[in-house]
């Protein structure tokens, strides 16, 4: 039987109107679900930069949650490494929540930088690590990652990197223990207490290397010069933090 064109119309209005509310309830429900997800996966990442990661995947998602409110606090700082606690509309911000991606696209003075302190087990009050999150550009998309420094603001705890689509097998290793361990022990500052960074080198299977160097990775040396890059901006962001770190009057920090 052939329909007006009416009758389609109103069908397929009535029709969309019944699948987009459906769809709008399917997304309200999993929204919990989804938000906590991404709470975990965060979490997860910033904890992976200071602890062993096989021991880390061993744990369930309460475990790894208990374990984040036990062992890190967390607070936003501004390039001049004053505390923020508001953004511009009055609301709190809250570290874990600081799209870095977002910040990313804004000029340096204008970014919120978070901070998460790996605290002591046995001492609540000592900090065992500052974790800071970074951001920058790889061979073919973004990179991202954490890098964790002792509480002597200089030697490097730990760094977890991770990427969009670097080359697999090549620019793609940065998201291994393989590469990422090669960061641990070395240093940021040098003899003078100039921020120097760490940086990649060209190639694979040098000697000789110093304190400020790592490793590089066959193939794959415009991935290494963006973590290069990222590694030095971002350590250089926090400076003023540092300073303010090392000069110990301000009980926030």
């Not at 019944?18 to 709470?39: H, I, N, R, W, Y």
């Not at 790889?138 to 509480?151: S, T």
């Not at 500052?189 to 990775?217: A, F, I, P, R, Y």
Request: hydrophobic residues 35%; proline residues 3%.
């Amino acid at each position: 039987m052939q329909q007006s064109n009416g009758y389609i119309i109103l069908f397929t209005a009535a029709l969309t109107i019944v699948v987009g509310g459906l769809l709008s309830l399917a997304s309200q429900g999993l929204a919990p679900a989804q938000k906590k997800s991404v709470e975990l996966d965060t979490k997860s990442q910033i904890l992976s930069s200071v602890m062993d990661r096989a021991e880390l995947a061993k744990l369930n998602r309460d475990e790894v949650l208990s374990l984040y409110d036990k062992r890190i606090k967390s607070l936003v700082v501004d390039i001049n490494g004053e505390v923020i606690e508001k953004n511009e509309r009055g609301g709190d911000i809250v570290a874990e929540e600081v799209s870095i991606l977002k910040n990313y696209k804004k000029a340096p003075e204008d970014r919120q930088y978070p901070v998460f302190k790996y605290m002591n087990e046995n001492d609540p009050n000592k900090v065992d690590a500052y974790i800071l999150p970074l951001y920058g550009a790889g061979l073919w998309d973004k990179i991202w990652g954490y890098v964790a420094l002792k509480n002597d603001l200089n030697t490097i705890a730990g760094a977890s990197f991770d990427h969009k689509q670097e080359t697999p097998g090549l620019g793609a290793r940065i998201s291994t223990p393989e590469i990422q361990n090669r960061y641990v022990g070395k240093e940021i500052l040098d003899d003078n207490g100039n921020l120097v960074s760490v940086s990649m080198v060209k190639g694979e299977g040098n000697s000789g290397l110093t304190e400020h160097q790592v490793d590089g990775m066959s193939g794959a040396t415009i991935t290494g010069r963006g973590v290069n890059a990222m590694l030095e901006k971002y350590l250089g962001y926090y400076k003023s933090y540092f300073n303010k770190v090392k000069s110990g009057n301000l009980a926030k920090i």
